[in-house]
Nanobody, 119 residues
Framework: QVQLVESGGGLVQTGDSLRLSCAAS????????MAWFRRSPGKEREFVCY????????NYADSVKGRFTISRDIAKNTVYLQMNSLKPEDTAVYYC????????????WGQGTQVTVSS
């Protein structure tokens, strides 16, 4: 169906900003809830945020609310995660995921991109 490729990760310092990109191909992002997840070593996968199929609604985990913003560019078929005021606890591999209206589960995942926030 859809293929996802994340990019934009890197090493930053506490308080810095970073923008992650999730480039989709094979299908338009308008067909899916698009979400970001993250996973740190030794910890369970954590939900970060999502944007609805029509782009009208978003939802954020309490840990990132007010600091992170999910958005999309339909023309570029790309989803973004703008991360501001980064903290060391934000350090993780960040994954883009897509959920179809048929399965209502995150069936499609990108390869992940590493974000490291140093103090």
């Amino acid at each position: 169906q859809v293929q996802l490729v994340e990019s934009g990760g890197g090493l930053v310092q506490t308080g810095d900003s970073l923008r992650l990109s999730c480039a989709a191909s094979g299908s338009t992002v308008s067909n899916y809830y698009m979400a970001w997840f993250r996973r740190s070593p030794g910890k369970e996968r954590e939900f970060v945020c999502y944007i609805t199929r029509n782009g009208a609604g978003t939802n954020y985990a309490d840990s990132v609310k007010g600091r992170f913003t999910i958005s999309r560019d339909i023309a570029k078929n790309t989803v973004y995660l703008q991360m501001n005021s980064l903290k060391p606890e934000d350090t993780a591999v960040y994954y883009c995921a897509a959920s179809s209206r048929t399965t209502r589960s995150y069936d499609y995942w990108g390869q992940g991109t590493q974000v490291t926030v140093s103090s």
